[in-house]
């Protein structure tokens, strides 16, 4: 589970990044992030937040199980960045395929890509 500080959970603002949010894709996912203004509630920390539609996959066992992978991933790398993004994941339906590994390493590519 992400930390409290690192979870987008304002509607508002998770609609705000993802109609202006630039974005990057890969294969699997695709990363919708913007850098807001500063706020007190960010506190210079990454947020993020999953989306998983059920046009990707109508189990909600699968679609649960394909965030919890995601969570953990990105658990380890908002840590290891410090830079203050809004952060978008949209996983594609060839994203429940993965092993943890491989989500991690496709993360963490597209990550690096905007850092």
Do not use: C
């Not at 109508?58 to 960045?81: C, G, M, P, S, V």
């Not at 060839?94 to 390493?105: F, T, W």
Request: avoid cysteine; glycine fraction near 2%.
């Amino acid at each position: 589970m992400l930390f409290p500080k690192n979870r987008l959970r304002d509607k508002k603002t998770i609609q705000a990044l993802l109609s202006t949010g630039k974005w990057i894709k890969d294969r699997h996912f695709t990363l919708k992030f913007r850098l807001p203004s500063p706020s007190p509630a960010s506190d210079g920390r990454p947020q993020a937040v999953i989306v998983i539609s059920a046009k990707t996959e109508k189990r909600a066992t699968e679609r649960n199980r394909l965030r919890r992978q995601i969570t953990e991933a990105l658990r380890h790398f908002l840590d290891e960045y410090r830079v203050p993004y809004q952060l978008a994941v949209i996983p594609r339906s060839s994203a429940l395929k993965l092993s943890y590994g491989e989500i991690r390493d496709s993360l963490h590519y597209l990550l690096k890509k905007i850092i």
